[in-house]
């Protein structure tokens, strides 16, 4: 298995609602990432886990929850969103965890979660 | 810190045309290169890599060196179908404290007419 599988795909909700990403892959790989990407833009990183520890968070509002269960499950808590936030919601994986340099396999993607908030 | 310049789209081209998306980068130390592909309305794949200078990524036909002297990783493909049209990003790790952190260029939109 060399994917990253994301549900649901697409996701309208409203600015009261509380819903869940989830991202899962079967590679072994130890760092999972969420990336969020607006159209005509590249991916912005919002978060990184690490050997399912929480080592990076690049400043994102707490109206996102990360959440890493296991190895190979990463989750993304929503709840109070703003329609700013409707965006492509990317999730990556890697066989390299963060912070330990080189990176050279680079990083397997999910087709990502379209999310629409109203 | 690093960062990745792409050569500003769109980018049109007839089919079985010549392509070039240049890419430079600025990095400390030996950055691993990326070139990356998002179909519309999909995730990103990875198209090739090359993880030290002189090294070819090569993919589907595309191509691209990593240049230590130019510090540059463009992309190439000799003959270009309809169904190459995409977003093409480039992109680096670096080495250090950075990690493997991911850096994106801003991306280059190809369309390709039949």
């Known amino acids: 298995d060399t994917e990253v599988t994301q549900t649901p795909k697409h996701l309208v909700m409203g600015m009261t609602n509380k819903k869940s990403l989830k991202c899962e892959q079967h590679?072994?790989?130890?760092?999972m990432y969420w990336y969020k990407q607006k159209a005509k833009k590249p991916p912005e990183l919002m978060f990184v886990y690490s050997y399912e520890k929480l080592s990076i968070n690049e400043s994102v509002p707490s109206r996102f929850s990360p959440e890493c269960p296991n190895s190979s499950l990463l989750n993304l808590h929503l709840h109070a969103l703003q329609p700013e936030d409707s965006a492509l919601y990317l999730c990556a994986s890697s066989q390299d965890s963060a912070g330990q340099g080189g990176g050279e396999f680079g990083y397997t993607f999910g087709s990502g979660t379209r999310l629409t908030v109203v | 810190g690093n960062s990745v310049t792409q050569m500003e789209g769109p980018v049109t081209l007839s089919e079985e045309a010549f392509l070039t998306i240049n890419c430079t980068y600025t990095?400390?130390?030996?950055?691993?290169l990326f070139w990356y592909v998002q179909y519309p309305g999909e995730g990103l794949q990875l198209l090739l890599k090359?993880?030290?200078?002189?090294d070819k990524g090569s993919n589907k036909g595309f191509e691209a060196t990593y240049r230590k002297e130019t510090t540059s990783f463009h992309l190439e493909k000799g003959s270009v179908q309809v169904s190459d049209s995409a977003v093409y990003f480039c992109?680096?790790?670096?080495?250090?404290?950075?990690?493997?952190?991911?850096?994106f260029g801003e991306g280059t939109q190809l369309t390709v007419n039949p």
């Open positions: 090359a993880t030290k200078a002189d």
């Open positions: 992109a680096l790790t670096g080495r250090g404290t950075s990690g493997s952190r991911l850096t």
């Open positions: 990095a400390t130390g030996y950055p691993s």
């Open positions: 590679m072994g790989h130890r760092a």
